[in-house]
């Protein structure tokens, strides 16, 4: 027995090469999956080896029109010398019993025309082990934007169309789609009909401020907790900002503030610039936290802040413009101003010298004039002025003493010689002018310092006295 087992062995592959070796291709194939239900296909994989020196395409036909064959589409080419590898799907028509099929299938070669056969064995299924039934076979298609705004709904569709007789919710239990899409969930059930199809949408809310990037959304359709079909995208969400800026001026006293607060409302990181116009001579008198940048163009002057904000994020800048220093500086010198008015001596007196004889030993005579002034508003009655001469100078007496005579003159040989002037009334603003002349008793060689002249009056009750300046000759 063994003996011819052996013998037919030998003999199949000799009949095998010596087919080989008279055909320009040959056929290999593997079954993926041939145990299928009457509405599903089975799977196999040929490889088609082209002996043929140029290359070749190839045509798949069956002999029986109970099945279909299909590649999916794909033309069956196969290059010179080479040898290539296409999934096949057998799908039984509709009038076909449970049971199993040997299925022949014809290779047909476009340049030669050439046939290679081969058959394929597939089974019918009766029933699920699960269902009892036909197997729910369901396409599910899913549709969503590949670019997702979160401040507005999201919407999400649903296609399910069911591909055989089985009536989904009446034979077997509801089919459960269960949409996950990472940052949101549901879940619902839904009945199908034999060849129905149905079309859903729904509507998701998302967190306005969600982080952007790229999110995984899977779509299942369940029935008995057995996954029938399942779909598999991604989406984006995209994103956005927008700074709102909200101003808040103040003012207290000749000190103005004012804030602005800037918020980010959005879900990305975001650069505001914030211009505050202010001119040169108000930045002295500015100060801004956080500091600012001041820029100078053609147009205007500005303070600039570069303000980066993360989602959500708040920032607060303040300007500060405080004229109250500079306020109390003029209001001081206002009051020392008026103090001033207030307080200066009415009468003023200036004493200048001019030199009115000299030789080369040096200066004999000086000319000595002292202007009086009422700088007031008021009469000032008895005034006295005096002027003192050292003891190195006289009096000359031989010349006019000018517009008014002194009423006194003392000589002592230590104070020197004192002259005195009696003022009775000098009306407002009104000016005198007292001149006289002194000889020198020495030559005097280089300058000299005279006395200062004063001036005493009356003053509210009590007498005052003013001085002149320093006269030197």
Known sequence: MKKQIFLLLVLTVLFSSLASAASNFYIESKVVNNEVFLEESALFEITINNFYAIDDIYSLSTVSSDWIVSTGGI????????????????KPGSDLQIGVYNVEIKFKSARTGEIERKIFNVQIKSFDPIFGT?????????????????????????????????????????????????????????????????????LFTLDEFQEPGIYPLSVKLEILNVTISEVNKNYEIIGFSTVS??????????????????????NTEKTKEIQFKLPFYKKFFTSTEPKAEYVKSEEEKYLLWEVTLQPQETAELVIVQNYRLPLVI????????????????????????????????????????LFIKNRSRKNIRGAKLIDRLSSMLDLKKEKHLGTLHPSKITVSDKKGTVLKWDLEN????????????????????????????????????????????????
């Open 245 to 266: 800026i909200d101003r808040t001026p103040s003012s207290v006293f000749f000190k103005k503030t004012e804030t602005i607060v800037l918020e980010n409302i959005g």
């Open 426 to 473: 000098l009306e407002p603003f009104e000016e005198r002018i007292v001149t006289y002349e002194v000889i020198s008793k020495l030559k005097i060689i280089g300058s000299i310092k005279l006395p200062k002249a004063k001036i005493n009056f009356p003053n509210k009750g009590r007498e005052r006295t003013t001085f002149s300046n320093d006269t030197l000759v």
């Open 330 to 369: 003029l209001f001081f010198f206002v009051i020392l101003i008026v103090m001033y008015y207030l307080t200066r001596s009415p009468l003023i007196v200036l004493k200048e010298a001019f030199i009115e004889g000299s030789t080369k030993d040096g200066v004999s005579e000086l000319k000595v004039r």
């Open 134 to 202: 036909y197997r729910p076979s369901v396409v599910l298609g899913v549709d969503i934007a590949d670019q997702v705004d979160p401040r507005i709904n999201v919407p999400v569709e649903i296609f399910l169309r069911n591909r055989n007789r089985l009536d989904i919710g009446v034979d077997i239990a509801s089919a459960k789609v269960i949409v996950d899409g990472n940052l949101f969930y549901k879940e619902y059930m839904v009945p199908l009909g034999p060849l129905d199809e149905k079309r859903d949408e729904l």
């Open 75 to 90: 033309p069956v080419t196969v290059e010179a010398d080479q040898k290539k590898t296409y999934e096949v799907q057998l």
